[in-house]
C-alpha cells in the first residue's frame, strides 16, 4: 500500500535552533562585484573568447559563462541606464531590510544583456525613466543594498 507524504508524518517535529555563533560568508567569484561597490564602481563580467559581435555585459556578473561554463572577464559596467520596470513593496516579508514603501526596480544598461535589479532611493519611479548608480560607502553592508539608483 503506498502512502503519501502527509499519512507518513501527519505532525512534523519543528524546533527552533538558536545558536550562539556567527558565519563567516564569502563572496567567492563574485568578489570583484562587491570591491567595486566599496569603491562606488559598478563591475560586470563577459565572456574572453565568444566570438560574440555584440560582447555584452552580465550585470549582475556571472564568474563564469552560464552557457559554457568559460572563465570571464571583468569590465567596469556603465552607471547610466534607465528603469525598464518597477513595483513598490508596501507589506515586505519578514526578512526585508528596507524601509517601506520601497520602490523596486529594473533597470536597463547599454550594453548589458541583462537587467539589473535594485531600489529606487529617492523619486518616484516610472518606465524608462533615467537613473544613475548611488553607492553606500559611508557604512557598507557589503550586500547588494549598497547598490542603489537616482534619478539622473
Not at 552557457?67 to 528603469?83: H, K, N, S, T, Y
Request: glycine share 8%; proline share 9%; aromatic share 10%.
Amino acid at each position: 500500500m503506498r502512502m503519501g507524504c502527509e499519512a507518513m508524518n501527519p505532525s512534523p517535529l519543528v524546533i527552533k535552533n538558536i545558536k550562539d555563533y556567527f558565519h563567516i560568508h564569502t563572496y567567492g567569484g563574485l568578489t570583484p562585484f562587491f570591491d567595486g561597490l566599496r569603491k562606488s564602481k559598478l563591475f560586470g563580467t563577459r565572456y574572453a573568447n565568444r566570438a560574440c559581435e555584440e560582447n555584452l555585459l552580465w550585470l549582475p556578473p556571472r564568474p563564469c559563462c552560464p552557457d559554457c561554463l568559460g572563465r570571464m572577464e571583468w569590465v567596469e559596467a556603465p552607471q547610466v541606464g534607465e528603469i525598464y520596470t518597477h513595483t513598490t513593496v508596501e507589506y515586505p516579508g519578514g526578512n526585508f531590510k528596507l524601509s517601506t514603501p520601497c520602490p523596486l526596480i529594473s533597470v536597463s544598461i547599454d550594453g548589458v544583456c541583462t537587467k539589473m535589479m535594485s531600489y529606487l532611493l529617492e523619486g518616484e519611479p516610472e518606465i524608462g525613466m533615467k537613473v544613475v548608480a548611488w553607492f553606500r560607502t559611508e557604512n557598507p553592508t557589503n550586500t547588494i543594498l549598497d547598490l542603489a539608483w537616482i534619478p539622473a
